[in-house]
């Protein structure tokens, strides 16, 4: 019962859209389980990875923008910077950076580094020149691979590439099967976090991510991308032709929803699409198939 929501609407109301999955539910709310009757949608259960963020002090995080050049809102003036980003922070109106794009940057990799805690939720609004930062207690979060935004040849990095490593598996691997004696050097699920190459994000933050469904789509996107800079247009109608035949050919190949060319950059990715799933859900053995 820790796990479940409840809509404080009364029961006998016959409205329906309180009840009905709505898209921003997706990974954080259970789309299976619900109880029948009066209290059917109203009643909800988190996912399998969904958190309820604590809470932490906010204070550090203005004082660290300040250094980087963030004006505060008291001596801010309008005439000086008219096209100026207005940061928030839990709502209220902090101040003004005139360089959004770095101070978003800054802020981002100081979380993927956990100098800031990982539950701390950035959402930048370009349109609106809002900078939004969320440090409260009650916002569910969920947890998502991060992929590489810039080509880093020293480290033999490429752009769109997952953050997480072969080297990151294996440690987990090595410590299940062995774990340290001290707890102090378990690396973990923590030290993903620390590492960078898992990041928790809220409904808010969610919509100005661009999240792909799994590691292999990121790979194919990749390719697309490659192949887009190298091929002529005959190579690329060739290789369309032999995709098509090869699915025509093996009828029980699963279907997959082809990747979009025109997206410009994944910033994440899903651990597992089956994560959308409560507990209960979970444990339904082919719950993607249709019933006999």
């Given at each position: 019962?820790?796990?479940?929501?409840?809509?404080?609407?009364?029961?006998?109301?016959?409205?329906?859209?309180?009840?009905?999955?709505?898209?921003?539910?997706?990974?954080?709310?259970?789309?299976?389980?619900?109880?029948?009757?009066?209290?059917?949608?109203?009643?909800?259960?988190?996912?399998?990875?969904?958190?309820?963020?604590?809470?932490?002090?906010?204070?550090?995080?203005?004082?660290?923008?300040?250094?980087?050049?963030?004006?505060?809102?008291?001596?801010?003036?309008?005439?000086?910077?008219?096209?100026?980003?207005?940061?928030?922070?839990?709502?209220?109106?902090?101040?003004?950076?005139?360089?959004?794009?770095?101070?978003?940057?800054?802020?981002?990799?100081?979380?993927?580094?956990?100098?800031?805690?990982?539950?701390?939720?950035?959402?930048?609004?370009?349109?609106?020149?809002?900078?939004?930062?969320?440090?409260?207690?009650?916002?569910?979060?969920?947890?998502?691979?991060?992929?590489?935004?810039?080509?880093?040849?020293?480290?033999?990095?490429?752009?769109?590439?997952?953050?997480?490593?072969?080297?990151h598996v294996n440690r987990l691997a090595q410590e299940q099967a062995e774990p340290p004696a001290d707890p102090a050097d378990k690396f973990g699920?923590?030290?993903?976090?620390?590492?960078?190459?898992?990041?928790?994000?809220?409904?808010?933050?969610?919509?100005?991510?661009?999240?792909?469904m799994t590691p292999e789509d990121l790979e194919l996107y990749r390719e697309q991308k490659n192949d887009e800079a190298t091929l002529t247009e005959?190579?690329?109608?060739?290789?369309?032709?032999?995709?098509?035949?090869?699915?025509?050919?093996?009828?029980?190949?699963?279907?997959?929803?082809?990747?979009?060319?025109?997206?410009?950059?994944?910033?994440?990715?899903?651990?597992?699409?089956?994560?959308?799933?409560?507990?209960?859900?979970?444990?339904?053995?082919?719950?993607?198939?249709?019933?006999?």
């Amino acid at each position: 019962h820790l796990r479940r929501t409840n809509t404080p609407i009364g029961r006998d109301g016959k409205l329906a859209k309180p009840r009905q999955l709505h898209n921003t539910h997706w990974g954080l709310v259970c789309p299976a389980e619900t109880p029948e009757g009066q209290a059917c949608g109203l009643v909800k259960n988190l996912s399998l990875m969904c958190y309820v963020s604590v809470g932490s002090p906010a204070e550090p995080l203005i004082e660290f923008m300040i250094n980087r050049g963030m004006e505060v809102v008291e001596e801010y003036e309008p005439t000086r910077y008219p096209h100026a980003t207005k940061i928030f922070v839990n709502g209220s109106w902090v101040g003004v950076h005139a360089d959004p794009k770095h101070l978003v940057n800054q802020v981002l990799d100081t979380r993927r580094k956990s100098y800031v805690q990982f539950e701390v939720s950035l959402v930048r609004d370009i349109r609106d020149r809002e900078f939004k930062i969320f440090s409260d207690a009650g916002r569910v979060m969920r947890p998502v691979f991060t992929v590489h935004q810039e080509d880093d040849y020293e480290n033999n990095i490429t752009k769109g590439q997952l953050v997480l490593t072969k080297e990151h598996v294996n440690r987990l691997a090595q410590e299940q099967a062995e774990p340290p004696a001290d707890p102090a050097d378990k690396f973990g699920w923590d030290g993903l976090i620390r590492e960078g190459a898992v990041e928790y994000l809220d409904a808010e933050e969610e919509e100005t991510a661009m999240i792909c469904m799994t590691p292999e789509d990121l790979e194919l996107y990749r390719e697309q991308k490659n192949d887009e800079a190298t091929l002529t247009e005959e190579e690329k109608r060739a290789k369309a032709e032999a995709e098509k035949r090869e699915q025509e050919e093996d009828r029980n190949k699963r279907l997959k929803t082809k990747v979009n060319p025109t997206t410009h950059m994944y910033t994440h990715c899903e651990i597992h699409p089956s994560m959308i799933l409560g507990i209960c859900a979970s444990i339904i053995p082919f719950p993607d198939h249709n019933q006999v």
